[in-house]
């Protein structure tokens, strides 16, 4: 299953007087932004799925961004351990600090949020000319699409995760606010939490025009979901597509180009409706799913 997640705010910190030179990341996302601000030479440590950029996955790995190993964490000596705010559990950081070692951690919930992780994670690393070029890069692109997409037309967007039970994502997830930017509207922004299992009769009452769901899930199961609804919108119009949650799941600078993913395909969907002349009307009434306890994770 995807990771949904995504959580990222880096607080601002002063840079300390000797940048670290031995880091360890305890997220695949974490290792990706640690090189995106020029720090990847001084990665000594990740964990599992840490797969971007390709040199990271030669490096050690010290469990998976859930179930850390603290003895082969402190085995690789860092003078820094980067964690995830929101996922790394607040045990293993408390334990990591409380055998001396330095713990930062890194939450990003907005897109507006990354180049301040970038600029964070670069003074603490000691490389903050690369980490402002790349969170300016990021800044100005991400301008350039909120410019582009500024006058789509609405379409009611299903972000699905899995289909047994089907979850999606609330208004909090970067995921979300993709969609937003794209001219969509995410059918379960109301979630009360960020990813929840939705239920299927709450699905088909908001009749989704755009259905959105990755290709590391189980497609398969997706698909059958939807062969078994021919009469929502999105079926109809053939409006199902398929996209890297890697992209998505992660909030780094490639973010982007999973809101570029969107966006495409909403463009797509917004054609075919034309082509079929099938109007693009108001969602209905929500028809809020009943709270279920527990939520999909990932690497």
Request: glycine share 8%.
């Amino acid at each position: 299953m995807a990771a949904i997640a995504l959580a990222l705010v880096v607080p601002v910190h002063a840079a300390p007087a000797t940048a670290a030179d031995r880091v360890i990341t305890l997220s695949p996302h974490l290792a990706e932004l640690a090189c995106a601000a020029g720090g990847c030479d001084k990665l000594v440590g990740v964990v599992a799925w840490s797969d971007f950029p390709e040199r990271v996955k030669q490096l050690p790995q010290v469990g998976d961004a859930w179930a850390v190993s603290v003895e082969q964490v402190v085995g690789l000596r860092p003078d820094l351990v980067l964690a995830w705010d929101g996922g790394t559990p607040r045990e293993t950081i408390e334990r990591l600090r409380g055998l001396q070692l330095r713990v930062e951690t890194v939450a990003i919930r907005r897109l507006d949020e990354v180049p301040a992780a970038l600029r964070g994670i670069g003074g603490w690393l000691g490389t903050g000319t690369v980490a402002e070029r790349a969170a300016a890069d990021y800044t100005a692109r991400l301008q350039r699409l909120r410019a582009q997409h500024s006058g789509d037309s609405s379409l009611r967007v299903l972000y699905q995760i899995e289909a047994n039970p089907p979850y999606s994502v609330n208004r909090n997830s970067p995921i979300s606010e993709a969609i937003g930017l794209c001219g969509g509207q995410n059918l379960f922004a109301d979630l009360p939490t960020l990813a929840a299992p939705v239920d299927r009769e709450a699905i088909l009452a908001r009749d989704p025009q755009a259905i959105l769901y990755t290709k590391q899930d189980n497609v398969a199961a997706i698909l059958d979901f939807w062969r078994r609804a021919p009469a929502v919108s999105a079926t109809r119009a053939g409006a199902l597509y398929a996209l890297d949650g890697n992209l998505l799941d992660r909030a780094t600078p490639r973010l982007l180009d999973g809101v570029e993913q969107v966006c495409t395909a909403l463009s797509d969907a917004r054609a075919k409706y034309r082509a079929t002349a099938s109007p693009l009307r108001p969602a209905p009434a929500p028809a809020r799913a009943p709270p279920r306890t527990g939520s999909p994770t990932g690497g």
